[in-house]
C-alpha cells in the first residue's frame, strides 16, 4: 500500500548523499563512497508480468476495488473485515510465515496468543483494503473524523521546527500505514513516499494515484536516492518505513527482537548526508475500529564520529529500536506475514 534533529551533515552537502532512504522491500540505491570511487547499484524496476497475465489480475484487483468503493463506507468496512478473516483461514503460506516470525519475537508468548495476533493482524488488512478504497473521500474538512494526533500541538511545532531544513518521518508497515501518509497532506504536511513499483503496471498506476490524490508524491525506487536528497534540500518531508527485509548491499544486521535482521542503512545514510531531523510517527487503530490517532515518537538524536560505517549501523539500529518498541505495544498492528528475518549472517540457517 505512511525526532528531534538528528545532529551532523555530510562534509559536502551540496552533493548527492552517498546512500539513499530505504523503500518498502529495502535494500537497493548507492553503496557508501569508498577511498573517493562512488560505486552505484543499479536499481531495477520490477520485471513486469506477462501482459495478459497482468489484465487478468487487474479485472480481477478492479471489480474488488470497485465493489469496495461502490459500497457505504461502513458496509465496505465489515466487508474488508471479513477479506481479512477469509486470507487468515485460507492463505497457509502466510499464516506459517506469520507464525514463525512471531515465535522469533515474542517466544514467551503461547501458541494460542501467536494465532490471535495473527488474526488480528490479518483484520488489519482486510480493514485497510476497505479504508484504502474510501481514502479519496477525506477532506481536509472530514479528516478528523477518521485519523487525529494524538498530541497535535506537540506534532505542529515538531513539523513547524523542521521545515527550514526539511524531514524524515520513520514509520513502518503498521496500523494503516497507507492512511498515515495520506492524512499528512490534508493536515497541511504533505509528505513524498518511496515506492518500490508493483510487477503489474496497471495495478501500479491504482496504487500510486490514490496515494497521490491529497497532495503527496510518489518517489519512484529506482531513483529513489537523488530524488529523495532532492526534495530534502526542497524543504520537504520524506515518509520512509526500514522493517522489511533488505536483501540487497545496502541490509546491515542490527538486533531485531532476538534475532539480528537485515535493514536497510538506507535512511541512516540520508540522515546523515542531509543532516535532516528524523520524527517517527506510527498510526494506531483505536479498538478495532475506523478511526486512528498519529502516535509521535521521542526524537531521534545523534551525533556522527565521523567513522561512516559505525554511524551508519549506530544509526540504522536506534530506527529498528523504534519500531520494535511500536510494534510490542501494538503487535497485531504489524505486518507479520513480511520474512523479516529471510536474509542470514554468512553460515546461519535459513529461517523460512
Known amino acids: 500500500m505512511p525526532g528531534a534533529p538528528v545532529k551532523g551533515a555530510a562534509e559536502n552537502r551540496s552533493s548527492a548523499p552517498s546512500t539513499p532512504a530505504s523503500s518498502d522491500q529495502g535494500g537497493e540505491g548507492r553503496v557508501p563512497e569508498q577511498e573517493g570511487k562512488r560505486k552505484k547499484k543499479i536499481v531495477r524496476p520490477a520485471r513486469e ?14 471489480l474488488l476495488f470497485s465493489f469496495l468503493r461502490f459500497l457505504p463506507f461502513p458496509v465496505a468496512f465489515r466487508v474488508g473485515e471479513w477479506i481479512g478473516v477469509l486470507l487468515y483461514h485460507c492463505d497457509r503460506h502466510h499464516r506459517r510465515v506469520g507464525l514463525i516470525n512471531l515465535a522469533i519475537a515474542f517466544p514467551q508468548k503461547t501458541v494460542a496468543e501467536h494465532h490471535a495476533i495473527l488474526r488480528s493482524s490479518f483484520l488489519n488488512l482486510g480493514r485497510m483494503v476497505a479504508e484504502f478504497c474510501h481514502m479519496h473521500t477525506l477532506t481536509p474538512e472530514s479528516i478528523t473524523e477518521r485519523i487525529t494526533f494524538t498530541d497535535p500541538e506537540r506534532w505542529r511545532e515538531i513539523v513547524n521546527k523542521a521545515k527550514p531544513t526539511g524531514a524524515v518521518i520513520l514509520t513502518a508497515h503498521f496500523g494503516n500505514w497507507e492512511l498515515l501518509a495520506y492524512s499528512h497532506a490534508h493536515y497541511g504536511f504533505p509528505i513524498q513516499i518511496i515506492h518500490r513499483r508493483l510487477r503489474n503496471p496497471f495495478i501500479d498506476d491504482v496504487i500510486v494515484r490514490e496515494r497521490e490524490c491529497s497532495g503527496n508524491k510518489v518517489i519512484r525506487k529506482t531513483v529513489a536516492g537523488i530524488e529523495v536528497f532532492r526534495a530534502l534540500r526542497q524543504k520537504a518531508f520524506v515518509a520512509v518505513a526500514i522493517d522489511q527485509n533488505a536483501s540487497g548491499r545496502m541490509g546491515i ?26 520524527i517517527p510517527a506510527f498510526p494506531i487503530r483505536e479498538n478495532g475500529t475506523w478511526r486512528h490517532r498519529i502516535v509521535m515518537g521521542e526524537p531521534i538524536e545523534f551525533v556522527p564520529t565521523g567513522n561512516q560505517e559505525e554511524d551508519l549501523r549506530v544509526l540504522t539500529e536506534k530506527f529498528s529500536a523504534v519500531v520494535q518498541h511500536i510494534i510490542e505495544q501494538y503487535p497485531d498492528h504489524w505486518l507479520w506475514i513480511h520474512k523479516r528475518w529471510k536474509r542470514r549472517p554468512a553460515g546461519e540457517a535459513p529461517i523460512y
Do not use: D, N, W
Not at 508480468?49 to 478492479?62: D, M, P, Q, S, V
Not at 535482521?261 to 542531509?274: C, K, P
Open 49 to 62: 508480468k506477462h501482459r495478459l497475465i497482468a489484465r487478468c489480475e487487474y479485472c480481477l484487483f478492479l
Open 253 to 278: 544486521f542490527v538486533p531485531f527482537f532476538s534475532r539480528l535482521a537485515s535493514t536497510s542503512s538506507g535512511a541512516a545514510g540520508l540522515v546523515l548526508a542531509a543532516g535532516v531531523p528524523v
